[in-house]
């Protein structure tokens, strides 16, 4: 069982540190809307500051002496002070900044703001971050192995000596994919549990402190004060819908597009494990100049098929978008087999 004492102790810090770094994220942030949200959370935090002092006083205990920021937050508001907040949030969301949601894209024109509290919280979720991932991936794989078997191709190494270094490319690569995948996706689900199991914590135990911090935002994002206070005492009634909603305005985290490290991992090793066996492929049945030009043309053709899927997300030419990747991948591929081939004549 947690000591009160302690509990209060670190409260105090925790929400003195908060006014601090939220006055200087308003001395940072250009947008005039956003700065005031910073200095009205930094006043929520010394009145929720002083309610960890009282209870400090009340226990007999000394109030401590305010803490420094800390490295990571200097470091983070040093990098806010040259390329702005916006870019940071990802940091500062690890800092644990409120009011990170109102960075998000207003609505579109005409579409008219949530006067419910059944309709705020929640997104719709698409299936296209995964889809572009999952090319990205494949086109990782494409581009690597083709480039590497085009350099020992420059080289003249042995067919088999060829056919079991595309074979090495594709493994390494595609469990480099894995583990990096992995690592970034849990990365991400520590720092959202770490920050919901906060958050939850803060709920229980002061919500009326959470629901002026959201209402604050709400008004920061443009909704008149009165509506803003209604919809968060509204969404504090309800503690499960009430850490959703927090999550999403205040640490401007979305649960939902928070998957599983090992579906990240798998999904990973594959789409990079299906590219690089494309150029890889005709070495498995031929060998010598029929398997080369093979290579060459399947490759080719899947890096401008692959131009021509990632159109879809950037709205550009499909055919555009296809040579343009085309011509990349021919750039690398022409650069390592005309080093290999210098390297395979110096060396012999």
Request: no cysteine; net charge neutral.
């Amino acid at each position: 069982m947690s000591n009160p004492v302690e509990t209060a102790r670190e409260g105090y810090l925790e929400e003195a540190r908060s006014v601090r770094l939220y006055l200087a994220l308003a001395e940072v942030e250009q947008d005039a809307r956003i700065a005031s949200l910073y200095r009205d959370l930094a006043g929520a935090a010394r009145q929720q500051a002083q309610t960890w002092a009282d209870k400090l006083r009340t226990a007999g205990a000394p109030v401590p002496e305010d803490e420094p920021l800390g490295f990571r937050a200097r470091a983070a508001l040093a990098l806010a002070r040259l390329i702005g907040v916006r870019p940071m949030r990802g940091v500062f969301s690890a800092l644990k900044v409120r009011g990170l949601s109102v960075y998000s894209a207003p609505p579109p024109a005409g579409h008219p703001k949530p006067t419910r509290v059944t309709e705020i919280g929640r997104r719709h979720r698409t299936g296209g971050g995964n889809l572009r991932a999952a090319v990205f991936g494949v086109n990782d794989g494409l581009v690597s192995n083709a480039s590497l078997i085009m350099g020992m191709a420059g080289a003249n190494a042995e067919p088999r000596t060829l056919l079991l270094t595309g074979i090495a490319g594709l493994l390494a690569g595609a469990f480099s994919m894995a583990a990096g995948e992995y690592v970034s996706v849990r990365s991400q689900r520590e720092v959202f549990e770490y920050q919901i199991g906060l958050e939850r914590e803060e709920l229980e135990e002061y919500p009326q402190a959470e629901a002026d911090e959201l209402a604050l935002i709400y008004a920061a994002k443009g909704f008149p004060r009165e509506d803003a206070r209604r919809m968060a005492d509204s969404l504090i009634a309800d503690p499960e819908r009430a850490l959703d909603t927090l999550a999403r305005e205040e640490l401007g985290l979305n649960p939902d597009e928070l998957g599983s490290p090992w579906g990240a991992a798998i999904a990973s090793f594959v789409a990079f494990a299906g590219g690089a066996l494309i150029p890889l492929a005709p070495y498995l049945i031929g060998a010598g100049g029929p398997a080369f030009f093979a290579s060459i043309g399947l490759a080719g053709a899947s890096l401008f098929a692959v131009g021509a899927i990632l159109s879809f997300f950037t709205g550009r030419s499909a055919i555009a978008s296809g040579l343009r990747m085309l011509a990349i991948g021919a750039a690398a591929g022409a650069a390592t087999f005309a080093i290999g081939n210098l390297i395979g004549v110096s060396v012999s």
